[in-house]
């Protein structure tokens, strides 16, 4: 498998964040928080299944220098196999989109499932030879690992663990038939009405970010409990939601400092900063380095 990633020409070039966590198993991530569609390309070989979940948004692959696409959408997942002949990944990302996707050698998938190699249609003694491709729904047991893989802020020294932990976890709740074996593991987000709130909540936080609602006002306003709002905002997207909030802004203070339009007062204006000592020292905290020195390291 190469690790090399090509170039698109007229298209914004982007790239995957890459993690092996196991022989033969490679977790992608990729944020597209831009205006513009973004391209991934990853030269895959045949010995690799791939899994692919759109947790928001929507992307679309493309096979055979572009004569046939695929589109995945939103809370939706593909599977695609073939061993017959290589599967590189061509991907387009439209903006605001979220790509996981896990990649994992036939070997290492059979030794997962030899057991129960029955039970999962395209490992039969019929099927396992056969090209396969599938999509499906992201269930909300699933959305809240996926989440936690993209939105990951833990200790780097344990990503690779952490990553290897949620990438069985994510195949074993694909695999399952039924969702009732996570009723106990997530009883809140059985329902999907409460996980459609909790998006709407992150939402609302986005679109007010330089004066969001009070926990109290965002629970009111989406028609939660303030203890179901902690609770469900943790579990879909790994974090509380003033810990999100403040890495979204940061990032957004980030992108605006690039662009070179915005000097440091404005830039911590827009994201809700009343002064500039305030977003300087939440810069820092995030970045490790002052927003000034951050400009000045953009031009050497």
Not at 71 to 94: A, F, G, Q
Not at 155 to 163: G, M, Q
Not at 253 to 281: C, D, M, P, Q, W
Request: charged fraction near 25%; include cysteine; glycine fraction near 4%.
């Amino acid at each position: 498998m190469s690790n090399d990633f090509e170039s698109v020409k007229n298209v914004a070039r982007s790239s995957f964040n890459e993690t092996k966590v196991d022989e033969g198993v490679i977790i992608l991530t990729h944020k597209n928080e831009s205006s513009k569609n973004q391209i991934l390309v990853k030269d895959i070989d045949s010995d690799y299944i791939q899994f692919h979940f759109c947790v928001k948004g929507s992307s679309q692959f493309s096979f055979n220098a572009g004569h046939y696409r695929l589109d995945i959408l939103e809370e939706n997942s593909l599977l695609l196999y073939n061993p017959t002949r290589d599967l590189p990944i061509n991907l387009v990302v439209n903006p605001d989109s979220w790509m996981v996707s896990i990649l994992i050698s036939i070997k290492k998938f059979h030794g997962l499932f030899s057991q129960e190699a029955g039970y999962i249609t395209f490992l039969s003694k019929d099927n396992r030879d056969k090209k396969y491709y599938k999509d499906g729904v992201i269930s909300p047991s699933m959305a809240i690992v996926i989440n936690q893989l993209i939105n990951f802020n833990l200790n780097k020294f344990i990503k690779p663990l952490y990553f290897k932990g949620k990438a069985y976890e994510l195949l074993s709740l694909y695999f399952n038939r039924s969702e009732d074996a996570n009723i106990e593991q997530c009883p809140f987000l059985v329902d999907e009405t409460n996980v459609t709130k909790i998006r709407t909540a992150k939402d609302i936080i986005i679109s007010k970010m330089a004066e969001p609602p009070t926990l109290v006002e965002l629970a009111d306003e989406i028609g939660l409990s303030l203890k179901k709002l902690k609770e469900g905002f943790k579990q879909i997207y790994g974090d509380s939601v003033f810990s999100f909030l403040f890495d979204y802004k940061m990032e957004v203070s980030r992108k605006l400092l690039e662009s070179g339009n915005h000097n440091v007062n404005e830039v911590g204006l827009k994201v809700g900063y009343s002064t500039s000592s305030h977003f300087i020292a939440a810069f820092k905290k995030k970045y490790g380095t002052t927003p000034k020195k951050y400009i000045m390291s953009l031009s050497q």
